[in-house]
């Protein structure tokens, strides 16, 4: 079965004030760490 996410159920507080390091910038990784920095977290990319 599958189970569907929506925003009201992720938990931002738990990365806001920390840095968040995103692995490979692929496609999936540039899309995540764009919608990560645009929610205000401190996002770092690793080549």
């Known amino acids: 079965m ?3 996410f929506y ?3 992720a938990d931002l507080s738990v990365i806001q004030g920390r ?3 995103v692995i490979g910038y ?3 990784g540039h899309a995540h760490a ?3 920095r ?3 977290v ?3 990319v690793g080549l």
Do not use: N
């Open 34 to 36: 764009l919608s990560l």
């Open 7 to 9: 925003d009201d159920d």
């Open 2 to 4: 599958v189970e569907i």
């Open 42 to 44: 401190d996002v770092r």
């Open 19 to 21: 840095k968040v390091a």
């Open 38 to 40: 645009d929610s205000g």
């Open 26 to 28: 692929g496609s999936q």
